[in-house]
């Protein structure tokens, strides 16, 4: 009963903001999961560089926060938008419909003005190729309070 009274209370809060990137059975299931096996292998050279400009990672995040990427490529090849995708936590859920009924991706990045997420600890995996074919990733680890 409790927790689904927390569940729609959480449901009815997000709603006031923006809808959730990830649902709380989501984040629970990905957080409760054994890390996923990973092969070790070096980037690809010349492959499209992605920086998370915001949130700073290094201060507490509360939701909804604000979420800005930044994309840069190696002449001369640029970035492909449609190429970009996120994958959520150890079960690597694609939330990019999510984030894109949010925001909008561009040759030069992202910008989500509100993010909504769960408290609790979230991984993401973000990827864009380059009109060379070259993939490049970048993924944080973070805790919303």
């Given at each position: 009963m409790k927790r689904i009274l927390v569940t729609a209370l959480m449901a009815i809060n997000a709603t006031a903001f923006a809808e959730l990137l990830v649902s709380i059975e989501e984040m629970t299931a990905s957080n409760n999961a054994p890390p996923p096996f990973t092969a070790k292998s070096a980037p690809v050279k010349n492959a499209p560089v992605i920086e998370l400009t915001m949130p700073k990672l290094s201060a507490p995040i509360i939701s909804p926060t604000a979420i800005e990427l930044k994309f840069q490529s190696t002449a001369p090849s640029t970035v492909r938008p449609d190429s970009f995708k996120?994958?959520?936590?150890?079960?690597e859920i694609d939330i990019t419909k999510r984030i894109l009924n949010v925001a909008k991706v561009s040759e030069q990045g992202l910008l989500v003005q509100e993010a909504s997420l769960p408290k609790g600890k979230h991984k993401l995996l973000?990827?864009?190729?380059?009109?060379?074919?070259?993939?490049?990733?970048?993924?944080?680890?973070?805790?919303?309070n």
């Amino acid at each position: 009963m409790k927790r689904i009274l927390v569940t729609a209370l959480m449901a009815i809060n997000a709603t006031a903001f923006a809808e959730l990137l990830v649902s709380i059975e989501e984040m629970t299931a990905s957080n409760n999961a054994p890390p996923p096996f990973t092969a070790k292998s070096a980037p690809v050279k010349n492959a499209p560089v992605i920086e998370l400009t915001m949130p700073k990672l290094s201060a507490p995040i509360i939701s909804p926060t604000a979420i800005e990427l930044k994309f840069q490529s190696t002449a001369p090849s640029t970035v492909r938008p449609d190429s970009f995708k996120v994958l959520y936590g150890s079960f690597e859920i694609d939330i990019t419909k999510r984030i894109l009924n949010v925001a909008k991706v561009s040759e030069q990045g992202l910008l989500v003005q509100e993010a909504s997420l769960p408290k609790g600890k979230h991984k993401l995996l973000m990827v864009v190729e380059d009109s060379s074919g070259r993939k490049g990733n970048k993924a944080v680890e973070f805790e919303v309070n």
